[in-house]
């Protein structure tokens, strides 16, 4: 998994306010423009030097992006490297910063939709950045697909200046078209566009270089956005203490479904007591009892049909924290199966919501939000694509043309709860507008039961009494992580058997 980003996320018109305080301050903008510059010309160099590569085209678009460009070129032609500069805008058609920076370029500047790629070795994508507002025009969005077959039919290397030309900043949508980087350098902290589909798929690796912006800014532009790294959640997370014992350490109840739909909840159960909970109890309809507890035996088994037997097993106030869906059916009952687990009560008891638990209020979402708003502590909705859009379609329509980080915090406004929006890029978002992105999820989690273990993996936090937002945001990341150790033919299972390695990874730090 990606380390080296830094923790904050950034919108571009929060980088933009950054770029402009840090000016204000005294710093010159073309001061900023030859850092950024210096940071593309390393990281080419790093590139060439593994490539044995020597030719270098850069191609430079009208704005700033295009000037780091043309500094690069300069920077790279002193270290002796054969530099070619393609320009989409005539020179004199340049304005402020970018006309100064190509004035520094010595040698002729060719038409960017007419360059050839012949014999290149690295092709600098200087073409637009992060600002980008607009579909790239016809004539831009040729030069992008060109660009692109070049790179796979050579196997030559792309380097984004900022993010991929084409790539939305913000929501990390495609712009008409995008360039396929290999490397991507941005500046002082990712944009939500790096990290949410489909951008992130053109970044390549990601480099986030540092260019003289003071961390200071951050404090002005009010970041509420982060990648979802340990560094985020590890002084939160729950560990066992010497004095303790298990009734410390939290009693997660799960509720299971019928007689042929066990294995979810069972899953669920297994991957809440390694996640750390001192005890786990599964609620089981009478009729599912044999099948299990023959098949549980960390996990203890109890009675329990429809409201009225989880509101008796509920009644004990140790039982702090209940995952509820998986394998639960869509039904009426199961409706009030969970508004059973969401009801007022004197003592805090948290609740993970997935699956059935969400689609059952498919017809009536706002029937759920009042119950999710009216709980005695954190609750957690796990939803995937589909999910979501049965949910929360208000939202997901009010946002068509935004992120799914804004779906995701829209939906967390309605209802009252944190919102884990399932997927490559899994979103975790809080009623109080604090939001994670996970960088990175290995593809090998697309398997049968992979959400039944992260509901279970963030029913296992919560009854140890982590904040809602830190543990669904914890659990997104030990599952993604357990999933990558284990690797090629995942199962389900096999996630749960990887948790131990991701306890020691994190203990060891």
């Not at 944009?191 to 951050?218: D, Q, Y």
């Not at 009478?286 to 009225?308: H, I, Q």
């Amino acid at each position: 998994m990606p380390s080296a980003l830094p923790l904050e996320i950034l919108t571009t018109d929060q980088m933009a306010r950054a770029d402009r305080l840090t000016i204000e301050s005294g710093v010159p903008a073309m001061t900023l423009m030859e850092s950024a510059a210096a940071a593309i010309a390393r990281a080419s160099g790093l590139i060439l030097q593994r490539t044995s590569g020597r030719r270098v085209l850069v191609l430079c678009g009208p704005g700033n992006n295009g000037g780091d460009g043309f500094v690069a070129a300069r920077l790279l032609r002193a270290q002796r490297y054969k530099v070619r500069v393609a320009a989409l805008t005539p020179l004199d058609k340049l304005r402020g910063d970018a006309a100064r920076a190509a004035a520094s370029w010595p040698c002729p500047v060719a038409s960017a939709l007419a360059c050839s790629f012949e014999g290149v070795d690295l092709v600098i994508d200087a073409l637009f950045g992060t600002g980008l507002a607009r579909d790239l025009d016809p004539d831009a969005c040729d030069l992008v697909r060109r660009l692109n077959r070049w790179r796979r039919e050579s196997g030559q290397n792309v380097l984004a200046v900022d993010i991929p030309s084409g790539v939305d900043g913000t929501t990390g949508a495609v712009r008409g078209a995008a360039v396929e980087a290999d490397t991507t350098v941005t500046f002082f902290r990712v944009k939500t566009g790096h990290l949410l589909l489909p951008g992130r798929l053109h970044c390549g690796e990601l480099v986030c270089a540092h260019i003289g912006i003071r961390s200071s800014a951050l404090e002005s532009i009010g970041v509420t956005a982060f990648v979802n790294m340990p560094q985020l959640w590890r002084a939160a997370l729950p560990l066992p203490q010497i004095e303790g014992h298990k009734y410390s350490r939290g009693h997660a109840l799960v509720v299971s479904g019928g007689a042929s739909f066990t294995g979810a909840a069972r899953l669920s159960a297994a991957a809440a007591l390694r996640a750390g909970a001192g005890l786990v109890t599964l609620a089981s309809p009478t009729e599912a009892l044999a099948v299990n507890a023959s098949a549980l035996t960390s996990v203890m088994v109890r009675p329990s049909d429809g409201a009225k037997g989880l509101a008796r097993i509920l009644a004990d106030e140790r039982k702090n924290a209940v995952a509820i869906g998986p394998g639960l059916g869509v039904s009426e009952e199961s409706c009030r199966q969970v508004e059973t687990a969401l009801a007022p009560q004197a003592y805090r008891r948290a609740a993970v919501l997935d699956a059935d638990a969400l689609s059952s209020f498919a017809g009536d979402p706002e029937r759920l939000w009042r119950a999710t708003r009216a709980a005695p502590g954190p609750v957690v909705m796990t939803p995937h694509a589909g999910e979501f859009g049965r949910l929360f379609a208000a939202c997901d329509t009010s946002c068509a043309c935004r992120s799914k980080l804004d779906k995701a915090r829209a939906a967390a406004q309605a209802s009252g709860a944190v919102v884990l929006f399932k997927g490559a890029d899994t979103v975790v978002a809080a009623p109080d507008g604090r939001a994670s992105i996970l960088p990175y999820a290995t593809p090998w989690l697309a398997t049968a039961g992979s959400g039944d273990v992260l509901t279970g993996i963030i029913a296992g936090l919560l009854a140890q009494r982590m904040d809602g937002f830190l543990a669904a945001t914890c659990a997104a990341w030990m599952h993604a992580r357990a999933a990558e150790i284990f690797g090629p033919g995942l199962i389900a299972d096999d996630i749960i058997a990887a948790l131990p390695q991701v306890w020691r990874e994190l203990c060891a730090v």
